[in-house]
């Protein structure tokens, strides 16, 4: 009796409290399109020897990548200032600066080291708002620059950095038809390298969790088989092969499976692969082909490409109650599916008039909203912070195989610069440099 | 046993709530619920000249109850009618002042829905919204003086993420001051003096 009592009160403090709050909301939904202008001072440099990199210079080029910030530039400025103490915020408002970075490159006791320190000051309300000291070798000082930018980045934007993220890619030169090269690239194009070299078939190179290990498939023994490459070291090691395909290796958010497609049951089914016992377990079992698999973010379920209902078309499977659910209805074509970060949206390859495009698919609301406008989109992967994807396609104008991106708004496309014009299979790695 | 007690009780509640609401003993004003209904308007009186309208009024008056001198009218029936008049001058007055009421009522929905649009335009102009996967609105409570200016900010509710509640915080900060928000001052003190700034990414 009391407890009801309770919920009228309740009830009636609820109802009264609505009446009371009538004060004027005024909502804003948009807002200007201009990028965030930000401003970074050539940091001082109090070491003996000359700068190999300016930071200023590496920080800008990774911030402008995505066409989300403008960056100013050092001969704009109207003063240097290296210090909090040293900043008039009066100037930097005139000249319309959202952001002002200062710091500088400091002597480190150890040798060869470094030590860079900085700031990010907020100019519209005068505020230090991060403040960090990074140490490395002076070696590796664009790598640090790097570092920054992703610091800076996630600061501003919220979602991590990716500018010390990788790209693995497999490269097959139009002018060597049996030349397959597995290469890994820092995102601006820079420190790209050879992984493993075959004349035979490689295919769908996939990051591990902790960006360590890459694994693929490669026809090297004459037909498919999946490896895992430790970066590092280059060493390799083969998964239990069976009869038929072994294609397509995802692995779990943890680390401990590989999901990835055998075709030893006649048709091509989804297995689970268990790093530690080396066995393969079934996950589906339908006469239809079952492939290309993705594992959620949470680890929970997997979405796949499936034939079952006469057309490609995505599904996804909760691992636990091995419950399979269709996620795409719309045309005759959906594949090669992958989860965005937040597990709430999946991009996929889409047919729309007879072209491939690549398309973004909330499986929440259902909306499918086309990301690319070009030719023969293939293979999507997600940058770790889930704003930018990458995919391989085709240059119309030099028939050559390229990598596009594309931000996930759709706004800002980039293209990949390729050596040879075969850049396929891409796959974008965890984030590396964590901070 | 219990069980019936309570809901007996609940409804018991609930039907004395409903006679004594209808019978009206609450003093409940059914008026001010609906959502066109908007307070009466605190008068400002500003005196300049009393004289002339006195002697306007009077004019007015006088004409009408103005005595010929050659009739011959009882003054009972004379009394009768200036009565009579005075009482049509003001129920004529009074609904004019309800009919000038609503439309000021009205007016004032239409002044406070044009002074949030000059507010929503100048924040636009300088919002640069972060890239946010979730959907994050953040609320902040705003406080201005007559002349637009931004005298304090506070967050009443924030989106859960640092850099989006910031990128608000620096519209705000870089409008320093609302340009055009001239309006009477009841209008300002009701609405403007303080109120919620909402930030929603779509």
Redesign the interface.
């Known amino acids: 009796?009391m407890?009801?009592?309770y919920k009228?009160i309740y009830l009636l403090l609820i109802l009264s409290s609505t009446?009371l709050s009538s004060?004027?909301?005024?909502?804003?939904?948009?807002?200007?399109d201009?990028?965030?202008r930000v401003a970074m001072v050539p940091f001082e440099w109090k070491l003996n020897s000359a700068p190999s990199h300016y930071l200023h210079e590496i920080v800008k080029k990774d911030l402008e990548s995505f066409a989300?910030f403008a960056v100013l530039n050092p001969e704009d400025m109207l003063s240097y200032p290296s210090l909090e103490e040293e900043i008039s915020y009066r100037d930097w408002r005139l000249l319309k600066v959202?952001y002002l970075i200062i710091g500088s490159v400091l002597k480190s006791e150890i040798e060869g080291e470094v030590n860079i320190a900085y700031s990010i000051l907020?100019v519209?309300?005068r505020k230090n708002?991060h403040k960090a000291l990074i140490k490395g070798s002076v070696k590796s000082l664009k790598r640090m620059g790097h570092n920054i930018s992703d610091r800076i980045y996630h600061?501003?934007?919220?979602?991590p950095g990716i500018f010390s993220t990788r790209i693995a890619y497999v490269d097959k030169p139009l002018s060597d038809a049996d030349s397959y090269d597995l290469r890994i690239t820092d995102i601006d194009g820079d420190g790209d390298l050879s992984l493993f070299k075959s004349n035979q078939p490689i295919l769908s190179p996939d990051w591990s969790p902790n960006g360590k290990e890459i694994a693929y498939v490669s026809f090297e023994e004459g037909t498919s088989r999946i490896y895992i490459q430790e970066l590092a070291t280059g060493n390799r090691r083969a998964l239990k092969r069976e009869r038929g395909i072994n294609s397509s290796p995802s692995w779990s958010p943890n680390g401990n499976y590989l999901s990835a497609v055998l075709s030893k049951g006649d048709n091509p089914d989804i297995y689970l692969y268990n790093l530690r016992s080396n066995a393969w377990t079934p996950l589906t079992g339908h006469y239809g082909i079952d492939t290309e698999p993705d594992w959620s973010p949470d680890g929970k379920s997997l979405i796949f490409t499936s034939n079952r209902s006469g057309s490609p078309q995505i599904y996804e499977i909760n691992i636990s109650s091995m419950r399979i659910k269709r996620k795409t209805f719309e045309g005759t074509y959906n594949a090669r599916a992958r989860y965005?970060?937040?597990g709430k949206n999946i991009i996929y390859v889409h047919r729309r008039k007879g072209v491939f495009h690549i398309a973004l698919h909330n499986l929440r609301t259902g909306k499918i909203s086309i990301l690319t406008d070009t030719f023969l989109d293939e293979s999507p992967s997600v940058a770790p912070n889930?704003?930018v994807i990458i995919y391989a396609t085709k240059d119309r104008e030099t028939d050559t195989d390229i990598l596009a991106g594309v931000t996930i708004?759709g706004k800002t496309r980039f293209i990949l610069p390729s050596v040879s014009g075969g850049a396929r299979e891409p796959a974008w790695s965890p984030i590396l440099d964590k901070y | 046993m219990?069980n019936l007690?309570?809901g007996f009780?609940?409804s018991m509640?609930i039907h004395i709530g409903l006679v004594l609401s209808l019978s009206n003993i609450f003093n409940i004003d059914l008026l001010a619920?609906q959502a066109d209904y908007s307070q009466p308007i605190p008068a400002y009186l500003v005196y300049e000249k009393p004289k002339l309208v006195s002697k306007k009024e009077n004019k007015i008056f006088i004409k009408k109850i103005s005595i010929e001198p050659n009739s011959q009218i009882d003054i009972k029936e004379m009394v009768l009618k200036a009565d009579e008049e005075i009482l049509a001058l003001e129920s004529k007055a009074s609904k004019t002042t309800t009919f000038s009421q609503k439309k000021t009522n009205l007016n004032q929905q239409n002044q406070?829905l044009l002074f949030?649009s000059i507010?929503?335009e100048q924040?636009?102009?300088?919002?640069?919204?972060?890239?946010?996967?979730?959907k994050f609105s953040v609320e902040l409570i705003l406080s201005l003086v007559p002349t637009g200016e931004i005298l304090d900010v506070k967050v009443k509710r924030s989106s859960g993420?640092?850099?989006?509640d910031?990128s608000?915080?620096?519209?705000v900060?870089?409008v320093r001051k609302f340009e055009n928000l001239k309006m009477p001052a009841h209008l300002f003190d009701d609405?403007?003096r303080?109120?919620?700034?909402?930030?929603?990414?779509?």
């Open positions: 009796m407890q009801s009592f009228i009446y004060q004027l909301r005024i909502e804003i939904t948009g807002g200007s201009e990028p965030i989300e959202d907020d519209s309300r708002i600061k501003i934007n919220g979602i965005l970060p937040d889930g704003n708004n | 219990q007690f309570a009780f609940v509640l619920f406070i949030s507010i929503e924040i636009r102009a300088v919002w640069k919204k972060p890239i946010v996967s979730e993420s640092d850099a989006f910031r608000a915080l620096i519209a900060a870089k609405n403007f303080n109120f919620t700034l909402v930030f929603k990414p779509y």
